[in-house]
């Protein structure tokens, strides 16, 4: 059986997603495939290609993760180009680095990481989602000058209850990504 590409996220409210893709009205000049509603997620780990025969593991770890940590709030504060500013590919909303945020993401990666399911990456984690990918070749050909600014300030809030194990199938259309299942935080 072929392996499935596995990763660790946190999903969003749909008031939440809702709001964030309504910033595809203020930049419609920008060529690029812009997130699908269900799609908007801001990943903790990305494990990469995984067994059937290693899923039980991990769910039966992140199980474990979800009774070590309380719920808590999450705020997005501002768009901008990613993941390189002077090279940008895409649109990021970015989360804030609370401690509660960090302990989670860090205890998911350890946990992972000591049964040996994950290589932690050398880059530093930042919370942030994808709301839309340039079509580069378009993006491109766009004078420097005609690119708008997206440096924006934003507020929104949401209360994070669990965290979901997804699968993410590359299709002709984009990725799409399926909840496998929901850890509850409760601790």
Known sequence: MRPRRIFVAINLPDDVKEKLLEYKNAWQEIPARWAKKENLHLTLTFLGNVSEQELPEIIRLLQTVGTRHSPFEVQITRLQYG?????????????????????????????????????????????????????????????????????????????????????????????????????????
């Open 83 to 187: 993941p390189d500013e002077r090279r940008p590919r895409m649109i990021w909303a970015m989360g804030e680095k609370s401690s509660e945020f960090l302990e989670l993401q860090k205890d998911v990666e350890r946990t992972l990481a000591a049964e040996n399911l994950y290589t932690p990456e050398a880059r530093s984690f930042s919370p942030h989602l994808t709301l839309a990918r340039f079509q580069t070749t378009q993006f491109r050909q766009m004078d420097p000058e005609e690119r708008p600014e997206i440096a924006e300030k934003i507020s929104l809030s949401f209360q994070v209850k669990s965290l979901e194990l997804m699968e993410s199938k590359l299709k002709r259309s984009g990725a799409e990504y399926t909840i496998l299942q929901s850890f509850m935080l409760k601790k």
